[in-house]
């Protein structure tokens, strides 16, 4: 066979398209519901490790090291096959979606750590000064500034939580990876999953450059200040 | 050394700060009046800015007395340091404006969250202080599109926003260049002259010859000289006010 017949075999695509796109569509609603909860509540935790009552911080600190340090994959398996054992048994989509939010609270919180920081203390004394309470210190001069720091570490945290969507095959889910393998099984021909990479590859390419590209304009407009 | 003032507006008493093991102030006894412009001048590392940050609670202060409008400064209870700090203004050597607000919403922020105002009166009193500062026209400018002078400005009519008693200026045109630095002090001395109680951290010694009704000279911690400018500037009681003086030149 050659090369097209065995990687781009048409009949074969033509024949797993509905798997493929079913498995495409739990992707979706896996990753936007993941990051739906994931950056709210990384805010959350964000909120809590840096101002939060001293036994509050340390957990949250203890939280996100403890996700940052864990392979994702560990956390599924931890979630979907071990908690059972605890009378916590969750469904393929909820343990998925479970392990991949409170996996992007983690990143997300240390990357709005860091952005929060980044916003000068002078602004914090001006808001001070005017008599601002904290809330409004917060929710209207440092975290403004500090999101719009950050908004290119988020978007790559976010694309990473796209492509680890592919993680939750290994707990039963019917999401695009596992479609593609089972395709590929199916048809005895590697082209499902060729498809799946390409199928990635559209969605999230795009974003990458948008990434780069708005990082690029960040460093220019930083350097111009 | 104290010059008498009834019922001040600002009343200092004892004031001690350290900053870990070292004293930066060292006891300090100020009481200013209703309407008076007060400039405090020294060396880097006299105390002066501390002790305009410990007037509106920037700085936690150790030991001593601070009454503003005869309320007591209780800096742990946050209510009573936000109300102090909606009646005391302050302008920074760095301006701090707000760099993703408009001129307009960076002046309209604090009144819109604080005051009864709506967000029309809000922008109203805005345009108004903006256009008092002689910015009329920079009402939807980003800060990052004006020069120091006009950010200094708009700093000033931010501040005035929340129509405070007292205005502190901690070394307002330090970081302007030269040229830039009338414009803000014309602003400062229109204040001065609607009757606005200003305590001036400042270099600029003209303009507090000009306009202050009273120069403190802080040197280690402590009001080392005080009294009107004539009798500072014209003749300096102390060495190392003389010593001062003269670095200047």
Same mark, same amino acid.
């Given at each position: 066979m050659t090369l097209a017949e065995t990687f781009f075999n048409l009949e074969v695509l033509k024949h797993s398209m509905p798997l493929l796109l079913s498995g495409l569509w739990m992707t979706v609603q896996l990753a936007v519901t993941s990051i739906l909860i994931g950056l709210p509540l990384g805010l959350a935790v964000c909120m809590t490790r840096l101002y939060a009552p001293k036994p509050f911080r340390l957990i949250a600190v203890a939280y996100i090291d403890v996700l940052r340090a864990l392979p994702i994959l560990v956390v599924l398996i931890v979630i979907y096959y071990a908690l059972p054992f605890v009378g916590v048994r969750l469904s393929s989509f909820v343990a998925a979606t479970l392990g991949l939010s409170i996996a992007l609270s983690a990143f997300s919180a240390e990357v709005l750590r860091s952005g929060i920081s980044a916003v000068s203390r002078g602004q914090i004394e001006a808001a001070t000064a005017l008599g601002l309470n904290f809330r409004a210190i917060m929710g209207f001069v440092v975290l403004p500034q500090a999101i719009r720091l950050v908004v290119p570490a988020l978007t790559s945290n976010c694309i990473g939580l796209v492509k680890e969507t592919s993680l939750a095959s290994v707990v039963a889910l019917s999401e695009l990876l596992k479609q593609g393998n089972d395709a590929q099984a199916l048809n005895a021909n590697p082209t499902p999953l060729i498809a799946v990479a390409f199928i990635y590859l559209t969605f999230l390419w795009p974003l990458v450059r948008l990434v780069d590209r708005s990082d690029a304009k960040a460093n220019r407009s930083r350097a111009n200040a | 050394m104290q010059v008498a003032v009834d019922d001040p507006i600002i009343r200092i008493t004892a004031l001690r700060k350290s900053f870990g093991a070292h004293e930066v102030l060292k006891g300090i006894d100020l009481s200013v009046g209703r309407g008076e412009v007060v400039t405090i001048i020294g060396k =880097?590392? =006299?105390g002066k800015s501390t002790l305009l940050r410990c007037v509106n609670g920037l700085e936690p202060f150790d030991e001593g007395s601070l009454m503003v409008q005869g309320k007591q /400064? +209780? #800096? *742990?209870?946050a209510v009573a340091m936000r109300a102090l700090r909606q009646r005391v203004g302050m302008i920074f050597q760095s301006f701090n404006? #707000?760099?993703? +607000?408009t001129v307009g919403r960076n002046i309209m922020l604090a009144p819109t969250l604080l $005051?009864?105002?709506t967000k029309a009166q809000a922008a109203e009193q805005a345009r108004m202080l903006l256009a008092r500062v002689g910015?009329?026209?920079? #009402? *939807? %400018?980003?800060? *990052?599109? /004006?020069?120091g002078g006009q950010q200094q400005r708009v700093a000033i009519a931010r501040a005035l926003a929340m129509e405070p008693a007292v205005l502190l200026c901690d070394e307002? $045109? =330090? %970081? /302007?260049?030269p040229e830039l630095v009338g414009e803000v002090l014309k602003v400062v001395e229109l204040l001065a002259e609607e009757g606005m109680t200003l305590v001036m951290v400042t270099h600029e010694m003209n303009f507090a010859r000009k306009v202050a009704d009273r120069v403190i000279f802080m040197h280690q911690g402590r009001v080392h000289e005080i009294g009107r400018p004539e009798q500072l500037f014209? %003749?300096?009681? $102390?060495p190392e006010l003389r010593q001062f003086l003269s670095s200047l030149q």
């Open positions: - | =880097s590392g =006299s /400064l +209780l #800096f *742990d209870n404006l #707000f760099p993703h +607000l $005051t009864a105002k910015l009329s026209e920079k #009402f *939807d %400018a980003m800060p *990052d599109q /004006l020069s307002i $045109t =330090s %970081a /302007l260049d014209g %003749a300096p009681q $102390t």
